[in-house]
Structures are given as structure tokens and as C-alpha cells.
């Protein structure tokens, strides 16, 4: 699109919904590919079951003192860069709205060499990781408008970052989906922490992703961790900040031990780390 016709485009945009946006904080100015999200708004007088809404994803939201919400959004690693419009509403009513700019951001490739069974799966093996990828989309549809957690997060393990976050593979010199989370450094049986409190939802031996468990902090907020040797909680367990949840393994398509952990916010896919910090500014934004 021409520059000048962009311009115009954006200056209708201002002009319409976006006036409504008075009260309405969205932490960071900048919205990029998987990146997190914190959003406070303040309605003003008690308003419930209102939700923040971004590109057909909602996530409820927890109520802070002097009538104000607070939540966090996602904007997923494969969203389309461009503009889009942030909204808090309320069934249809739309409470305020905020017109955002999703910025591309670069991770960069990744080449990694697996066992061939990884590459071409069997009927049988396809037909499990099918159910046991639907088994994962239910949690992560999950939209709990309880917070479970409180203050900032810290992290599952403390060790060096070897596999980043978001980075496009090549497998076996094929294209695969970009690396959803983050993988950190840990030999097999160290042990991994709850970065806060939630509820388990899902423990899990899968083909791919070996032994995992997935934990409902509630807002839309789940945290995975993979690969692991052994889970140390069982399903529907209400965990708290710093409990040993699992440890780590090499279980699953993998080429070494190591904790992979990831986050999704309303669904999209988040670089956990960056999800650590903003937890913080959520926290200050409740006080
Ligand atoms: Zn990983």
C-alpha cells in the first residue's frame, strides 16, 4: 500500500473507535509476534464477566481496586503484522477499544537432525499424536475468569537459555512450526518448580513432546513444560509457586535432556521469558 494512503487509513482509524480508549493502558507500546500483552482498564463502577478481545482471542479479566480490570493478551508467533484493533467488552457491548500494531518480529532458524520415526509417523503413531494434540487444544481453550496466581512469576529452572524461543526449524532439512517455548539447560532428574500457583490440567505421554505437564493458572494463562523424566503432580492438583512439578528428561523428539517451557495467553503462543517480566507490570498494574 502507498505510503500516503496508509497514512489516511490510519488517521479514519484514529478517529473512529479509538477515542473510546481514555482509560485504557496496554503494556508495551509495542504489540510484536509472540509477545505478551498486559492490559488494564478502568470502566469505572463494578462491571463482571468483561473480557479483552484481540483477533477473535478472549481472555477474561481480574478486577483491581477503584473498579478497574487488569489481564493479559497474546499476540501469537504466526499473527499477521498490520494494524488491529484491542477491545474490552462485554458479551457485544464493546467497553473500550485501543488500535494496536502488530510488528513482525524476526527469530531467526534453526537445523536440527532427529530419528527418521520423528519425520515419517506410522498411522498409528499419527492417530495418537492427533488425539493427544486435541487432548492439549482443550486446555489451552480453557478460559478460567478466576486469577489463580499472585505477584510475579519466577522461573520453572534456574539455568542457561540453549534452545530459544521462536526460532523457525529446519528438521531432517524440512520445515517445521516454529519453536513454541523456551528450552533451558538441565540434566535428567534435575528438578523444575511451579513459576506460580495453578492447577494441573494435563499430565501427558506424548509422542513428540515425551512426558508433559500443562498447568491452568486461570485469565487464559497456561504454562507447559516438556520433555521431562517424571511428572511429581497429578491431574486437577492445585500447585503453588516454587513446588516441584517434574523433572527434567530427554523423553519425546529430542536431541539431549533439557526442560522446554512454554507458554500460551488466551491461545496464542508467547515467549515465556518475556511473559516472566510482564507478569511484574501485571502485578503493579493490580496493586
Ligand atoms: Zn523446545
Known amino acids: 500500500m502507498r505510503p500516503w494512503l496508509w497514512a489516511a487509513g490510519l488517521l479514519v482509524w484514529l478517529a473512529g473507535p479509538a477515542l473510546a480508549a481514555s482509560g485504557l493502558e496496554v503494556w508495551p507500546a509495542v504489540a510484536e509476534q509472540g509477545q505478551p500483552l498486559v492490559v488494564k482498564a478502568c470502566p469505572g463502577g463494578q462491571v463482571t464477566g468483561a473480557e479483552i478481545s484481540l483477533l477473535g482471542r478472549r481472555a477474561p479479566l481480574a478486577q483491581a481496586p477503584g473498579g478497574c480490570l487488569v489481564g493479559a493478551m497474546g499476540v501469537d508467533l504466526d499473527d499477521q503484522p498490520g494494524p488491529m484493533v484491542l477491545e474490552i467488552r462485554q458479551g457485544q457491548r464493546v467497553l473500550a477499544s485501543r488500535a494496536l500494531t502488530i510488528k513482525a518480529r524476526g527469530y531467526g532458524t534453526r537445523q536440527i ?73 538441565g540434566g535428567v532428574g534435575t528438578p523444575i518448580q511451579a513459576p506460580a500457583a495453578g492447577r494441573v490440567a494435563l499430565v501427558l505421554d506424548t509422542y513428540f513432546s515425551g512426558l508433559l505437564v500443562l498447568i491452568d493458572h486461570g485469565l487464559g494463562v497456561v504454562s507447559g513444560y516438556r520433555h521431562l523424566s517424571r511428572a511429581m503432580v497429578a491431574q486437577g492438583q492445585v500447585v503453588r509457586p ?46
Open 113 to 185: 537432525t532427529v530419528d527418521g520415526k520423528f519425520m515419517e509417523l506410522s498411522p498409528e503413531d499419527l492417530a495418537r499424536h492427533q488425539e493427544e494434540m486435541a487432548q492439549q487444544k482443550a486446555v489451552y481453550a480453557s478460559r478460567l475468569p478466576s486469577m489463580l496466581w499472585s505477584g510475579p512469576w519466577q522461573t520453572p529452572l534456574d539455568s542457561a537459555v540453549v534452545g530459544v524461543f521462536g526460532r523457525r526449524s529446519l528438521v531432517n532439512g524440512q520445515p517445521r512450526s516454529p519453536h513454541g517455548g523456551v528450552d533451558l539447560r
Open 242 to 287: 516454587g513446588q516441584v512439578i517434574g523433572l527434567v528428561g530427554a523423553s519425546g523428539r529430542v536431541t539431549g535432556p533439557h526442560l522446554h517451557f512454554d507458554l500460551r495467553l488466551a491461545g496464542a503462543r508467547v515467549d515465556p521469558l518475556a511473559w516472566i517480566k510482564a507478569s511484574a507490570e501485571m502485578a503493579r498494574r493490580l496493586r
